[in-house]
């Protein structure tokens, strides 16, 4: 007896230590999960692998879809698929299985997705309208064999709330012209019309083309030949309206590669008016969405409750994206973003804000006194690994307002306000790697578009991006670093005078 009550000592001793080990396991498994080092902690990212432009973003029944450009086979760019996310808040993500894969038309670019409410294109049921996602088939071999003709445009549809995807099957349903680039369809329903209008990049241009069913398309004009930023070549557009004081303007977004304000990628955006054929515009700059390097290709939501005008963008750049120092998966997307029209002297301009749902992240707000700074710095205490900061800011039109994070290892970002040469400056260049780009390892200046003697600034700090938003998003910078540690300090310095008031920072929360 008393031999057979030790074998059952020792059996429930070596029972309960497997148990603890596959526990230990399992915690070091949800540990390790979305914990690399750069890993976003507060920002879209994939699993693994290769990302870049957001696609087919679309509402559908409480859900918010993100689809992206994804190669499943590498952490470089390769044949395209649809990854494919959803999200009820905008914050957190659920990752799903790949939705769209290469065919023997070509890989899937990018392109949009619609809720085709009144089944318009008959690949639905009344009962049951389906989702429509429009995007560019690019063909490898008759690239290889050097046609001009390997971009066109397919549809593919789900009536499952996205969960699968059916090709159409008389694709592809808008044949190329004779025009190497020619992709990134985005498409909207334009009510007075009654048509589906499709915005396309066409080298040089937009093109707009409208139809009734999705399915049919008919060109009805050019715009941009001659007006804008032409350093490259015209990508990724979007065509929506926007509301300014009752009055309607609408807003075409056009990527560009290269040719950004810092050599790279970036997108740009004319205000004009379109009447369901044509756009047209007075405007006679150039204006950049981000006065950061990194948020390319970015497009809105279609289908969004209460009609918002919601943006997400790449969090990288064409020059250096493919070569970024992080191991399991490349690059991340901004934070989403509600655009909205502000006047600007005699113009209109966008307003980009972080999307109000990103507040359920913060915790506790840890507020500190007003700051008096006359030629001197002042080195906040508290540790600001994963942050957002929001302060106002009044200071003289004279000397130069610097904020910068930074570590004890002497690494720092440093965005610096010089109201007398109206300019802004961020420099990543002392940020730990740089070196495994040039392009990457260079210091932005942009015009001030607001006024610096008073201001609001607020920063969203993830683990290896800083965005930036004036004024609510009046001017934005979004821009990535690579320390070696984090940078878990905020310093600013003025030469002249300046008073910070009402600062706030809350430490983010993972959302992985
Ligand atoms: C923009 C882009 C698109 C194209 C896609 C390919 O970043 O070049 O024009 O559809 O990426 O991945």
Redesign the pocket.
Known sequence: MKYFLLLIFILFMQCSKSAMENKAVETTEKNGYYTEKYRPQFHFSPEEKWM??PNGMVYFEGEYHLFY?YYPDSTV?GP?HWGHAVSTDLVHWEHLPIALYPDSLGYI??GSAVYDSLNTSGLGTKENPPLIAIY?YHDPILEKQGSDVYQTQGIAYSTDKGRTWTKYESNPVLKNPGIKDF??PKVRWHEPSGKWIMAL?VKDHISFYSSPNLIDWIKESDFGHDLGAHGGVW??PDLFPLDYNGHEKWVLLV?I?PGGPYGGSATQYFIGDFDGKTFTTDQKTTLWLDYGADN??GVTWSNVPNGETLFLGWMSN?AYGMLVPTEKWRSAMTVPRKLSLYQHEENYRIKSEPVEALNSLRNEAISMPEVKLTNSRHTFEKPIDLAEINLDVTQATSGTLDFIFENEAGEYIKLSIVPEKHEIIFDRSKAGKTSFSEEFNSIHRSPLLFDPASFNIRFYKDESSLEIFINNGEQVITELFFSDEPLNKLTIQASGEAILKNIKTYPIQSIW
Do not use: G, I, K, L
């Open positions: 870049n432009d450009q760019w395209m670019f990018s560019t992709r990134d990049a990508e990724c990527s590669n390319y290709a064409w």
